[in-house]
């Protein structure tokens, strides 16, 4: 893979990358498979008056699964007088499955499909003090294809459709200048 920031300016990033991955594995006898991946993405982050955009976009070719472009939007919105940020963001996604969901001996499922998904959240984190900062998220992704595990044949296997909504805290407590605390939670 490769990686490169350009720093337009104080308020303007733009990120490019490639990345290419080769899957190889044989066991003798049951399967000698490679599997190859290649994708190219694109993202910009830039701020506008006190808001913070971030704009995404990933394009992936699989060899078996073919290609998928996927893409990513957020906002931050600062609110200095509060001491606080306000977040939004929306995006899809791709998943291929991996090398051994489709090939290991006894677990792979070689007619698995790939996942694709939405999600989107919206979060507040607010500094309470120069040491401690608060913040809560919801969200909410919407899976077609989901890759799990069949608990009846312990083999890999796609659900059809699968949702995954809810709520995660965290609070950070900077202890010192080198030492962090941080508790979460998800529901």
């Known amino acids: 893979g490769w ?3 350009f720093y337009l300016s104080d308020t303007e990033i733009v990120t490019v ?3 290419y991955r080769n899957e190889k594995g044989e066991n003798t006898g049951t399967f000698d498979k490679a599997v190859d991946n290649k994708a190219v993405y694109l993202n910009t982050k830039f701020k506008k008056e006190n808001v913070t955009f971030n704009i995404g976009l990933r394009y ?12 990513r939007l957020g906002a931050v919105q600062d609110i200095k007088e509060a001491n606080a940020r306000f977040r939004v963001s929306y995006a899809t996604g791709f998943r291929a499955p991996t ?3 489709l ?5 792979g499922n070689s007619a698995l499909k790939p996942e694709e998904s939405t999600s989107w959240e919206v979060g507040i984190d607010q500094d309470l003090s120069n040491r401690t900062s608060v913040s809560i998220t919801y969200f909410e992704q919407e899976y077609e294809n989901l890759i799990q595990t069949d608990p009846a044949t312990w083999t890999a296997a796609n659900i059809a459709e699968a949702e995954v909504k809810g709520i995660e805290t965290d609070a950070t407590f900077k ?6 605390l941080k508790a979460s939670y998800t529901y």
Do not use: R
């Open 60 to 71: 992936d070719d699989h060899e078996t699964f073919g290609s998928k472009t996927t893409y």
């Open 99 to 101: 090398f051994n969901e």
């Open 3 to 5: 990686q490169h920031n």
């Open 175 to 180: 202890l010192t200048n080198a030492f962090n």
């Open 103 to 107: 090939f290991w001996p006894g677990y």
């Open 17 to 19: 990358g490639v990345e």
